[in-house]
């Protein structure tokens, strides 16, 4: 099957700072990046759907400002997560897909805001 | 509205016996259901699908789905767990048939594999 590679696969920082995380498709072209949120023992929850080239589509009670999502390219789509706090600590997974086939996912980023 | 409930947050079951993880589904629409499978810390990677076609579907590693529709029942069975099915599975529905746009995901079932 297509890979979806996510980077990094871990991140700590301090609260405050910003972190961005990659996803990207390596042997196919994406026309739809989705990110989701993990909570520890719990299922994964919809972000935001970002198509290459156009704004992301956000989900509801999701900041828009605080997880700034860019698809730039068609293999491309990063997460920033601006001023971190203990809060945003959590795993983040991407997915890609072409139009309206199978949706790949990544190997997920676990982020702690220290 | 689109949701998915997985009975049961854990499943036990020894080497070799049968395994059988649950999920109940609602959907306005003919839905497409998947099963996805979740290793610590890991991506997902799609176990089958459920796309209006078949209602028995087979997936990887041995296991299988039945749709059933009246009963609003997508279940996920495999008749002999190996001790590397340990692990997260999901069930997961989509609004539309044949499609992958926004995913909703049950909550989870862990399933524990004992020799």
């Known amino acids: 099957g297509a890979v979806v590679s996510q980077h990094p696969s871990w991140v700590i920082c301090k609260s405050g700072t910003s972190v961005k995380i990659e996803c990207r498709s390596l042997d196919f072209q994406a026309t739809t990046m989705f990110w989701y949120r993990q909570f520890p023992k719990q299922s994964l929850m919809l972000m935001a759907t970002?198509?290459?080239?156009?704004?992301?589509?956000?989900e509801q009670g999701v900041e828009k400002d605080k997880f700034l999502i860019n698809h730039a390219s068609l293999t491309l789509s990063t997460l920033t997560v601006t001023s971190a706090h203990p809060e945003d600590s959590s795993f983040y997974i991407c997915s890609a897909q072409v139009a309206n086939t199978e949706a790949f996912f990544g190997q997920g980023t676990r982020l702690t805001v220290v | 509205a689109q949701s998915v409930t997985q009975l049961d947050s854990h499943v036990s079951v020894s080497e070799g016996t049968p395994v059988l993880l649950r999920c109940n589904y609602s959907?306005?629409?003919?839905?497409?259901l998947f099963w996805y499978v979740q290793h610590p810390n890991k991506g997902l990677q799609l176990l089958l699908k459920y796309t209006s076609a078949a209602t028995l579907v087979k997936g990887i590693n041995g296991f299988e789905a039945e749709f059933k529709k009246s009963e609003t029942s997508f279940h996920l069975t495999k008749p002999s767990a190996h001790m590397s099915d340990a692990a997260e599975y999901f069930c997961v529905v989509s609004p539309f048939s044949g499609g992958y746009n926004k995913l909703i995901f049950g909550a989870g079932t862990r399933l524990a594999v004992h020799p």
């Open positions: 959907s306005s629409y003919s839905p497409s």
């Open positions: 970002s198509n290459e080239g156009s704004k992301a589509t956000y």
